[in-house]
């Protein structure tokens, strides 16, 4: 696994701006090199504006939308178009706004599919099974790129301190039940499918967060923390604003943003 290089911009806004135009270029290489590419999308306040960011740029056009395969890192189990869903939120921000194949788009089933939690986490798996090639070696595509957001408690995806999912390794999705956060019940990538990713983008803003941020880029361990767990195969940002970043170790490296 990668080790983490920490980017500071100056506030959430400037970090929104920021990471939307550093993936608009990661996707264009990525296209550029294979003919198409694997992103999963993040929620939250920061990932949401980030979409947001992407939708308002002219240079969005310089992706191939219909050459992209959108999933999701985790979701909260509720009905299709429900204003909690990451995927709501992603479509309203960007998806909407641009030409997508529709068959591209893997949205994890809610409970209007029919389908219980546990039974939407299998076939979530089965689809990304499915789109995995051999050169990736394993039940999920090798993902170009993997976007999360990081709770205060440092939870990324669903991935809650303590809770069992994290103890997962076998399994690429699970259902995730008594979240401390509502709604309780969720979906969720696992470390084996995060860790798959080529890269790993934790995005971060705000200032309840900097304790959180400090201990995943520090001692704490993924159990304790989620997000310390949050590496990529080739590389792993820590995109973060000055007030997330106030409490990283000072032995660590970052690169500073205007």
């Known amino acids: 696994m990668s080790v983490p290089t920490v980017i500071v911009h ?3 806004e400037v970090l929104a701006q920021a990471a ?49 395969d959108i999933w999701w890192g985790d979701e ?39 389908l219980s939690p546990e039974e939407a986490a299998e076939s979530y798996a089965i689809e990304l099974a499915k789109a995995a090639r051999p050169e990736d070696h394993g039940p999920v595509p090798q993902f170009d790129l993997l ?11 669903s991935l809650f301190p303590g809770q069992p999912a994290l103890y997962e390794k076998d399994r690429s ?18 470390f084996p499918a995060i860790n798959a990713a080529r890269e790993v983008w934790v995005v971060a803003g705000g200032g309840e967060k900097a304790q959180a941020v400090h201990l995943a880029l520090s001692t704490a361990g993924p159990m304790q923390v989620p ?23 000072s032995t660590l490296g970052r690169i500073a943003s205007p």
Request: hydrophobic share 45%; glycine share 10%.
């Open 10 to 12: 100056r506030d959430a």
């Open 20 to 68: 939307a135009a550093r993936l608009i270029t990661r996707l264009v290489d990525t296209q550029a090199a294979r003919g198409s590419a694997h992103v999963v999308l993040t929620g939250g306040t920061v990932g949401i504006a980030t979409l947001a960011a992407v939708a308002a740029t002219a240079a969005r056009d310089a992706i191939d939308w219909r050459a992209l």
């Open 76 to 114: 909260r189990f509720l009905p299709d178009g429900h204003p909690e869903r990451n995927e709501t939120g992603a479509r309203q921000a960007l998806l909407d706004h641009v030409d997508l194949d529709p068959a591209r788009v893997h949205p994890m089933p809610g409970p209007d599919s029919g």
């Open 147 to 157: 976007l999360l957001g990081m709770g205060p408690d440092g939870h990324v995806a």
């Open 173 to 190: 999705v699970v259902a995730v039940h008594g979240s401390p956060k509502p709604p309780p019940t969720r979906i969720s990538l696992t």
């Open 227 to 249: 997000a310390a767990g949050a590496r990529g195969r080739h590389g792993t940002l820590f995109l973060l604003d000055r007030a997330s970043a106030a409490k990283i170790p």
